[in-house]
Each structure stands twice: as structure tokens, then as C-alpha cells.
């Protein structure tokens, strides 16, 4: 069965740094393009950033120089580095198989809080 | 970045109407758009991709078209688990976007 779990979310304090994982099951993370795409309280969805096969990434302006997305694929997951962070990145975080294609799967997301 | 217009950001229906909803790109973005629908506490899911191709198990009074600029989103005949937010999103240029989301209640 194809899965994604997300983890590592948490109350954070402004300018403190988190790293989400994703860690995915039923396929291989370095076959597809994974995504995260978040959820501020109440609001819309945000996408935030991806990463190729090959490894290219690409973010959104708003975490451009503060967030890094990176795969181990010995462990089949997916990260997400997030630097800096300040109370509007505070969010439900869901790693995402193929956003657009054929495949696509959702995680149940990942609480980030921003807050002192 | 290219922004996405939806519209409207919510509705009211009743069970059995036909439901539009727009999305507009600031720039041409060919048929690359997607539709998802989330319910309240859950993911969202993908119901159609490349404009206009229904995803797998997505039930046939969905539809989406459209291309370019301007796209829709309809449903042809509502059903009480239709009621949920919509979203469309364009995977043409970096930064990729969501539009604003539609609500569609009761």
C-alpha cells in the first residue's frame, strides 16, 4: 500500500529552525517528484516546494533562502529543512507524491507552530 | 509567479444543482491546472489533472476543461459528500500556485 507519514512537527519558536520528515512506503521516493504543500489555520493551500528525481528543487518566494527540501533514499524519505521560521509559516505541513500526475498521494500532515 | 484567480471563494447549492467554478491564470498556462477537493480535518484529493482528465475513482458528474487562461471546475448534479472546499492549481512556471479555494456549502 502506498503511504506517506509525515513527522516531526512541532511548537517552535520565531527564528528557531524544525526539519520535517516524510517517510514514504509502497514506492520509491527517488522514482517520483515529491512535494510539500501547506495550511495555515483556517486558510488555503500554499505550495511550498519539490524536488526532482534528479534532485533539482524549487520553492516557493515566501520560504526561498529558508527552507531546504532534501531525500535520503536509503530511508525512503523525504525532508523538509525549515530555517528562520517566523509565525506565518505556522500551518498543517502534507508531503505530497506527484502533485499532478497519475500517482498522486497525500500524508496526513504535520502541525508547525510558530510562537514564543 | 503566475496568480491564480478563483471564483467564486464561496457558494451555496442544494443537492442536485449544477455547480461552476473559475479559475483564472494571470498568463497562458496551457492545460496544466489541477482540481482538488478537501473536506474539513482531511488531506485534499486530486480530482482532475491535465484540465481535464478525471482521476481514478472520481465519480463521472465531475468535469473540468479549459486551457490557457481560464478554466472550470463542474459538477453536474451535487451530492451531500460534494459539500467541501475546492481548489485549482498551475504547475506551468515555478513558484507553482493554488488559487484561493471555493467553498461549497448548503
Known amino acids: 500500500e502506498v503511504q506517506l507519514v509525515e513527522t516531526g512537527g512541532n511548537l517552535i519558536q520565531p527564528e528557531g529552525s524544525l526539519r520535517l520528515s516524510c517517510a514514504a512506503s509502497g514506492f520509491t521516493v527517488s522514482d517520483n517528484y515529491m512535494t510539500w504543500v501547506r495550511q495555515a489555520p483556517g486558510k488555503g493551500l500554499e505550495w511550498v516546494s519539490l524536488?526532482?528525481?534528479?534532485?533539482?528543487?524549487y520553492y516557493a518566494d515566501s520560504v526561498k533562502g529558508r527552507f531546504s527540501m532534501s531525500r535520503d533514499n536509503s530511508k525512503n524519505t523525504v525532508y523538509l529543512l525549515m530555517n528562520s521560521l517566523r509565525a506565518e509559516d505556522t500551518a498543517v505541513y502534507y508531503c505530497?507524491?506527484?502533485?499532478?500526475?497519475?500517482?498522486?498521494?497525500w500524508g496526513p500532515g504535520t502541525l508547525v507552530t510558530v510562537s514564543s | 509567479d503566475i496568480e491564480m484567480t478563483q471564483s467564486p471563494s464561496s457558494l451555496s447549492a442544494s443537492v442536485g444543482d449544477r455547480v461552476t467554478i473559475t479559475c483564472r491564470a494571470s498568463q497562458g498556462i496551457r492545460n496544466d491546472l489541477a482540481w482538488y477537493q478537501q473536506k474539513p480535518g482531511k488531506a485534499p484529493e486530486r480530482l482532475v489533472y491535465?484540465?481535464?482528465l478525471l482521476q481514478s475513482g472520481v465519480p463521472s458528474r465531475f468535469s473540468g476543461s479549459g486551457s490557457g487562461t481560464e478554466f472550470t471546475l463542474t459538477i453536474r448534479s451535487l451530492q451531500p459528500e460534494d459539500f467541501a472546499t475546492y481548489y485549482c492549481l498551475q504547475h506551468n512556471g515555478y513558484p507553482w500556485t493554488f488559487g484561493q479555494g471555493t467553498k461549497v456549502e448548503i
Open positions: 524536488i526532482y528525481s534528479a534532485g533539482t528543487t
Open positions: 491535465a484540465a481535464y
Open positions: 505530497v507524491r506527484d502533485l499532478v500526475g497519475y500517482d498522486n498521494t
